[in-house]
């Protein structure tokens, strides 16, 4: 089932603006990823931030986690042409019906971000 | 460099043929997982392995099987392709404490 849902579905800015993302969930997490998606590839790790922290930041990257609104951010500034591709928020949860104990990744549809030159 | 590969970028098959999706990694990764990718449905996880000849149904595991007999492999079988099969399918695989994924450039399977 789907976790996150991140918007805007699209986005579009200019060169050099800040682009905003995003991304809300249902359940209890463990952590928050952010990946990238290049046309036609596969996904790129950005970024994890842990429920217990509020802000991380990773060059131009900037997330934040709320857990009390279930919901996170991702901004990236001084955005590049090369910024150009689809970004996917993902859910850390316990899978408790695995034998293993293992986490599940569940991802969101993803915002699809267009920085035009 | 971490390296995740899978054995073909574009795949055209005939319904009800037998497909074989191969993914490699190189990270000695314990963990390895199937995604299948499409338009306004995002990510979901088809099935998952935690290690050599183990494996976990996802989310939608129907009309998939899946094989790892060795640690560095991990391959998606549809027995008999549909066209509602029709869709890109990606790899990742994970560490064992890590939480990041690897994912390679993906497959774009067309079943006509």
């Known amino acids: 089932s789907q976790q996150g849902e991140e918007d805007p579905q699209a986005l579009s800015i200019q060169e050099g603006e800040n682009a905003t993302m995003n991304c809300s969930y249902k359940?209890?997490?463990?952590?928050l990823q952010w990946y990238r998606q290049n046309s036609g590839r596969g996904l790129v790790h950005l970024i994890l931030i842990r429920s217990n922290e509020r802000e991380k930041h990773s060059g131009r990257l900037r997330v934040t986690l709320d857990t009390s609104k279930k919901s996170s951010s991702l901004l990236i500034t001084a955005s590049r042409a090369a910024d150009t591709a689809s970004y996917f928020c993902a859910t850390v949860t316990s899978r408790l019906d695995s034998g293993a104990g293992s986490y599940q990744l569940t991802f969101g549809k993803g915002t699809k971000l267009s920085v035009i030159p | 460099d971490v390296k995740v590969t899978q054995s073909s970028r574009y795949l055209v098959k005939r319904t009800g043929e037998k497909v074989f999706l191969e993914c490699v990694q190189d990270m000695d990764h314990e963990n390895m997982f199937w995604y299948r990718q499409d338009p306004g449905l995002g990510l979901r996880l088809i099935y998952f392995?935690?290690?050599?000849?183990?494996?976990e149904k996802g989310d939608i595991p129907e009309g998939y099987s899946v094989s790892r007999e060795k640690k560095e492999r991990f391959s998606l079988i549809l027995e008999s392709a549909s066209t509602n099969q029709t869709s890109m399918y990606l790899c990742?695989?994970?560490?064992?404490?890590?939480?990041?994924?690897?994912f390679g450039p993906g497959t774009r399977l067309t079943v006509t």
């Open positions: 392995s935690y290690d050599v000849k183990m494996k």
């Open positions: 990742a695989s994970k560490g064992g404490f890590g939480y990041e994924q690897y």
């Open positions: 359940t209890s997490i463990n952590n």
